[in-house]
């Protein structure tokens, strides 16, 4: 089935018994939103955006207030706040940088992009005793800069500086990433690439965003450390940069980046990660626990030689679907995964039907479900162990952001009922779900029952009907032996089939 332009929004799927049920916070173009498990709007936080939004315990909620000109920066956001639950400001930083752009008062603004985290929890989401505080602590966030670095390019870089601050608002500790330039790895070839034309997203004449990270966190108590492995101490920030394709783990002592993974997968089990986002390591006391979790778009990115899809040496990687990954840091194997072959669909044929090739995220949820955000198509959905839905939401609004249009999710979070105690606990009722064969809009045919006209010489048994799992009518053929090639590749646990 392709892309349809009349579908189901909101919830479509839910068992209330194999979900582990909360709310669940992002952000809609009307602000940031909270609903429960049947997708009811419970709160909205009008005017307030979150890249990402979050919810803390007491029913605060993390995001900004407004976004800096595109054209004077891409994805700067102007502050980052915290409100209560009635929308009363209790804590805000935007004392950054101060900028006069075009038109504009000058004014102090955080430049605050894609990340950050509240102390007392390492990846903000829910993990069991690990809580982000509300009334104090320091928050490390993710934020821009324009910086001329000819060691890295020819060009102006937008480069990604990650900044820790105190709840008065002091910058305690920075780290600029083109200062690091040399420990990614780089090929000559991805250099040279760089040098030319650091992305292919240009602002200001030219300013490049040439790494574009858009996760960090730090790693939290985790067994590796416990066990003697320096690097994994619970202080050190892991990151991962889109544009480059490389997750890390930068120390938070020396700056120096002490974990890599990338740009080159070849000598891993894991095949090519493109275009990441969400890369983190599973806080302790959840399933999975000190395994690294990433949702890996596809899509399009990384440096190196330049080719036919490739002419500058930008986005030379290429891959038409997305696989959630949870792999042991120091094996690099796959512990579990979801990718188009777990998700019931053909690879390389329609693997898109499990594709966001920008923003999307995973959180890994206390009965080792997880919890999906599809972003560019608006999908947030839970995954059993064994790859059953145990909910899905379809976000039923639109918006146009920059020259994106759609109902695209940048990222959201489960979080625990008591964390919003201004509620009480919700009526949790099942949806089945539809049986898209048979389901129609109003004014369309009833489906199956017209004339039947009989072939002679024609066999009807010949063909069966194959059921997917939501009950869908497919025409299959045959069990009979077909001369037509099909490989499952990104599946731990399958074969190709010839």
């Known amino acids: 089935m392709g892309h349809p332009t009349i579908y189901p929004t909101g919830v ?38 979150g890249e990402p939004a979050r919810i803390l315990p007491g029913g605060f909620a993390l995001g900004s207030t407004g976004k800096r000109s595109a054209q004077a920066s891409a994805s700067d956001n102007l502050d980052l706040v915290q409100v209560d639950w009635n929308g009363n400001i209790v804590w805000s930083f935007n004392h950054n940088e101060y900028v006069e752009d075009p038109g504009q008062v000058p004014r102090w603004i955080a430049r605050q992009h894609h990340d950050y985290q509240r102390e007392g929890s390492s990846v903000g989401y829910y993990a ?3 809580e982000p505080r509300t009334d104090g602590g320091n928050t490390l966030i993710l934020v821009n800069r324009n910086v001329y ?60 965003d040439w790494i574009h990270i858009n996760a960090i966190s730090t790693l939290g108590p985790n067994k590796w450390y416990d066990g003697g492995d320096q690097r994994f101490h619970p202080d050190n920030i892991i990151f991962d940069g889109r544009n480059v394709n490389i997750l890390g783990i930068i120390s938070r002592k020396t700056g120096k980046i002490v974990w890599k993974l990338g740009p080159d997968f070849d000598h891993t089990h894991l095949g090519q990660i493109i275009g990441q986002h969400h890369f983190h390591l599973i806080p302790k006391g959840l399933p999975g626990e000190g395994n690294f979790l990433v949702f890996d778009n596809g899509g399009w990115a990384g440096y190196g030689v330049p080719s036919g899809v490739a002419p500058y040496g930008a986005a030379t990687e290429r891959r038409d679907y997305s696989r959630i990954l949870e792999f042991n840091p120091q094996t690099l194997e796959v512990e579990w995964q979801y990718t188009p072959a777990e998700a019931g669909f053909i690879i390389p044929l329609d693997a898109y039907k499990l594709y966001s090739p920008y923003i999307s995220s995973a959180q890994r949820l206390p009965n080792g479900n997880t919890l999906i955000t599809e972003g560019s198509n608006g999908r947030i959905f839970e995954i059993t162990r064994d790859y059953k839905t145990a909910w899905e939401y379809i976000n039923p609004y639109s918006r146009l952001q920059g020259r994106l249009q759609g109902n695209l999710v940048y990222r959201a979070y489960r979080v625990p009922y008591e964390w919003v105690p201004q509620l009480d606990h919700p009526v949790e009722t099942d949806v089945a779900p539809l ?44 069990d009979e032996a ?8 990104g599946s731990k646990n399958r074969e190709s089939n010839s």
């Open 482 to 489: 077909s001369n037509f090639c099909v490989v499952n590749s």
């Open 435 to 478: 049986n898209i064969s048979t389901f129609r809009v109003p004014g369309a045919a009833a489906g199956p029952g017209g004339k039947v006209t009989k072939i002679d010489g024609i066999d009807p048994q010949a063909t069966k009907v194959l059921e997917d799992p939501y009950g869908a009518t497919i025409s299959g053929s045959s």
């Open 149 to 208: 670095n000819p060691a890295v390019s020819g060009k102006t870089l937008l480069d990604n500086r990650i900044i820790e601050v105190n709840w008065e608002g002091k910058i305690l500790w920075e780290w600029n990433a083109a200062d690091h330039f040399e420990e990614f790895g780089f090929s000559e070839a991805a250099k040279n690439a760089i040098y030319r034309l650091p992305s292919e997203k240009t602002i200001e004449g030219g300013q490049g």
């Open 128 to 130: 069991p005793g690990s």
């Open 12 to 49: 479509t799927v839910y068992s209330k018994d194999a979900a582990w049920n909360g709310y669940t916070v992002f952000t809609a173009p009307q602000g940031v939103l909270l609903i429960d498990q049947n997708g009811r709007e419970v709160r909205l936080w009008k005017g307030l955006f």
